[in-house]
């Protein structure tokens, strides 16, 4: 009797509850990517799945096969591209620790081996694109010139199947592989001072066991790349680990090595490190991050901070709402906003039919002018009313345009040379102190710009050695003496080809204005990565570039003012511009 | 239990086994197992006592074991059908999802690996592979909820995963099935375990969709990989939901019921309590009746008839009052003309030889009869004085032996009349006892006649027999005997063996009534044992002290040669000794 009633409850309660499971109506509401219910510290990628050497395999499927086996990264230690190999090539090839070749190469067999041969050499044809430290730093190869690649591959015969004797050193990657089994990341690492972060720009292997949010935070931990290490610091005290990594609560909970503690006692690197760890996470995900060590809470209260807390550790520095300046009939002036008429700075460059070239700005601590004047030296301006040109550096010979950095102090490079010979010295000044610096690589060099990045740590030089103009970047270290070292080529020196002109536009992008035959070109280029196919060009001669996040300005040969806004270029004044500068760079 | 304990115990003797064993005898594995089973059977039993006994208990059990057989049912039903819904509709979405990618990456396959035109310059822009392309588009596709694994046979190095799963998930006998199939409209489907690399993620169940991908380069299988992990959670925490409150449900039906039999079982169990009082005699016990339920109808009923009952009783009580007031009346009243009708009688027997020889033998018959008229009604007028509770003892201690040679001589000349001899066994030391002697005398004397009247002129046994608290007379004759069942009714008033026979000694059939009542009031027993062609015993048996209560006779009931020669048939011949009790003539003495 009980059963049966009950029973009949279950039945009835069915009929009623069958009615209104699902909402038929409801307030719209918005849909993010996340509420797929994946994991935010998950990111899709593509992996390649090595396979052994098939039974009877051609010599080309071998080479292909090898070289798809060594672009999977799922075994760091490519076991299964090993068995490609004979024995003797096994032992001495290396792929951890050697650089990675990336190249478009074809690997065809020019004419099907004989039956019963033992050994081929097959030649691997294209050209190198980049290569790939073991750092991780991309290093394209120089466009314009011979980058074919001249090796190859020998095979032997072992047990009646082909095995390779001699592989190319290191990890050989096509495009495709290069694409799918590095990821660009960005490592942030503070400056000497610990004012600001400076980029380090790095590809990184996909772990597909670690996962990317841990390869990434343990490549910080590893600390910056070569030529960049000397300028930079790395808050992080040596040995420190990352143990775990995970979402908890809509925070990322990263758990360190009890080394971290060490940084409890100094609150600015401990901020420096949260600002470190903050901007190297943006690229994962937009959550709070709490930092604990060896599963407990960071000692003197848990470390839990936002991303956003940080912004004012920019490596850019300028953001893109900053103005610019330029110089209008021989006055500085201030770019106006829409609609207003253009205001002469105060102070001296402000005065009219003033006798100044290739101004520099400086907006912190002081705002403050540096320009060349008809007397030789760098002439330094504040922008307050009634100041003075004050010369900061007096040198002999001809000084490039002045450059100032984020800490007030004002760069230019003397010609130490005569006329036909290469030589030059770098000079530094601070509060009209001039100071030399060591710069070894320049010393034999004719130089046409020496301009720091706005992050101060990286400085680009226009260097001629001897063949020619080519644009270098080099480190500033700020030890007790200052050096400019670790320079390295961005644009090689081609024949025939002048560069007019170079900025900055952030911490990674180079702007650079050359000339060939009378044909001026604008190119964006990625320090870490290349050119930039998006390269916006112009249609008149330019004098003067300069440039901020987002935004160029130019000065072109008629004097009119260009602006770049990043989809079109406008002209807000049609005459009389001679110079245009944006605040450092 | 027992078998779970022995590694424990077994491992023992070899080290500390004797020391312990010389203190305090260790208790052997057998034992312990025997001494388990015994508790376990004690308690089975115990709880087979109160399921028999209680009515709620029994009702509650079969509420639950109903109710959890239904709720077992209605739960794998239910559990079943949601598991069904489930996964049903995962897998349906999923291998629709799993068919629209490979349909719309299926374009990527339509050019050769080797015709994509190569480019310089950024690599991240570059134009890919086919393979590279598709598993760019599939990964991005599949997010984290699902992996997709693209094999190819026919070339080298174009085999593609997602994420970190392993390629070895994809069940071999799929692959198999797959390309025998060698159809691109046909998609496979069949669970699998998904593995992880190096366990960057734990195993998780889940099942794998494979089709088929045309292309120059050969033959490309797209597997998607569907965990369905979620699923599994969301099934084990609705089954844990439906296991708690199927259980809640149970015991909430077991609760219900034991209250409800609690409901019916309480006034029940008053009424029965009631009844036993009222059975023992307490005739005023009454129920309380509580509403106009069944139950208080039951009460009702229960007490109306008590009422009726106790009024019938009482009537009955009143009726045989007015009869023995009666009896005793009459026999009063029978006395006193019964006395004059005497005198006569006396007077014309004693002239009797003056008389013709008719009417002196009127006068002699007139005479006996009247002396038996007399001790009839003396009879009647003893018994109605035990009736009317006004019978009292004269208590003294007396030597038993004594009061039995009395009795005895008293019956002499009558047993010469019947050429019956007595066998005494009588103590050598005197046996004292209080009581009434002369109660016991007449209880004695009416035994004696008893056994004479029916003994057949055989011997009469007369044992004494006495212990610490009781003695005991018992008087044995070997006459006819008595029938099953009728050795309680010797003792009733005015009963006869055999209606049929006449009264040779004119007892008046009061005796053994009287003589119980005797006995009874004395605190005694007096009980007959008889056996068709054995004859019949009586056993009188009496407290030594007035008014002590009786535990047990010195002397048996049934003779001991009786019992005696029984034991030795059963034992000797089982056979026939059934056929001897029945008969009766298998006699050994």
Partial sequence: ????????????????????????????????????GSDPLSQPYVRIIASEPRQNATPVEII????????????????????????????????????????????????????????????????TIATI????????????????????????????????????????????????????????????????????????????????????????????????????????????????????????????????????????????????????FSAVAALPIVVTVNGEPFPGGGLRFQQREYQNFDP????????????????????????????????????????FTDPALAELPYTRVAALRPDPGIWVADLVDGSQWQRWITAEGALTPPSWDRYGEVWSVERTAPEGAYGSRVWHAREGRPLQVSAPELENANVKAFRVARDGVRAAVIADHGAGESVQIG????????????????????????????????????????????QQSLTVYSIADGDDPETPNVDRRVSSISAAPGHILAADEDGALRRWNGTKWDTPIKAGVTYVVYPLG | MARLSAPATGRNPSGSAPKARGKRPRRTLRQIARGVRRRARRLAGRLRGAYRRSLQLRVVTSTLVISMVVVAVLGVFLFQSITDAMIAGRTRAATAEAKANVSSVAGYFTVSQNEVPAKGGDPAAAVGTPVELAARDLAERAGSRYDVVILNKDAVGQDRATGSIDAASVPERLRRDLMKSGSTTLSWRQPATLRYLDNAKPNQIGFVVGSLVFSPDGTYEIYHLFPLQEEEETLSSVLQLLVIVGAGLVLLLAAIASLVTRQVVTPVRLARQAAERLASGRLEERLKVRGEDDLARLATSFNEMAGTLALKIHQLEELSQVQRQFVSDVSHELRTPLTTVRMAADLLYEAREDFDPMAARSAELMQAQLERFESMLADLLEISRYDAGAATLDLEPVDMRDVVLRAVGDSEALAERHATRFELRLPNEPCMAECDSRRVERILRNLLFNAIEHGEGKDIVVALGADRDAVAVAVRDHGVGLRQGEENMVFDRFWRADPSRARTIGGTGLGLAISREDAILHGGWLQAWGSPGEGTQFRLSLPRLAGAELKGSPLPLVPPEVEMRRSWRGQATPVLSAAAGESGVFDVD
């Fill in chain 1, 475 to 518: 480190v500033i270290v700020r030890l007790a003496d200052y050096r400019v070292g670790g320079l390295e080529e961005l644009i090689p020196p081609e024949e025939g080809r002048t560069i007019v002109d170079i900025a900055w536009q952030d911490d990674g992008t180079l702007l650079v204005l050359t000339e060939q035959g009378k």
């Fill in chain 1, 64 to 127: 292909q096969g090898f070289q798809a086996a060594t672009a999977g990264f799922d075994d760091t230690s490519r076991m299964i591209a090993k068995m490609y190999l004979t024995p003797e090539a096994r032992a001495k090839w290396h792929p951890s620790g050697s650089k990675a070749t990336v190249c478009d190469c074809k690997f065809t067999s020019p004419e099907l081996p004989d039956q019963d041969a033992t050994e081929l050499r097959l030649p691997i044809k294209g050209k």
């Fill in chain 1, 133 to 280: 430290d073991p750092e991780g730093r991309y290093l394209p190869a120089p466009s314009g010139t011979d980058n074919s690649v001249v090796d190859e591959i020998a095979l032997v015969k072992l047990d009646g199947q082909w095995r390779i004797s001699a592989a190319p050193a290191g990890l050989l990657l096509r495009p495709d592989d290069l694409s799918r089994a590095y990821r660009r990341v960005t490592l942030y690492y503070p400056d000497i001072e610990g004012q600001g972060l400076v980029a380090d720009r790095v590809r990184l292997p996909i772990d597909p066991v670690r996962g990317f949010p841990e390869s990434l935070i343990e490549r910080l931990l590893a600390g910056p790349s070569k030529p960049l290490a000397d300028g930079v610091r790395n808050v992080f005290p040596k040995g420190t680990d990352l143990r775990d990594i995970r979402v908890e609560d809509d925070a990322v909970v990263m758990d360190f090595s009890s080394e971290l503690a060490r940084l409890a006692g100094s609150p600015d690197r401990l901020r420096v490190m949260k600002a470190q760890l903050a901007w190297t």
């Fill in chain 1, 316 to 355: 850019a520095v300028l953001s893109p709402q900053a103005g610019g300046y330029f110089v209008h009939n021989g006055t500085l002036v201030k770019e106006p906003r829409p609609n207003e008429e253009p205001v002469p700075v105060p102070g001296a460059a402000g005065q009219p039919n003033q006798a």
């Fill in chain 1, 1 to 36: 009797m009980w059963t049966r009633r009950y029973l009949a409850g279950l039945v009835a309660l069915g009929a009623v509850s069958a009615c209104t499971i699902v909402p038929s109506s409801g307030n719209p509401t918005t849909v993010d990517k996340e509420d797929g």
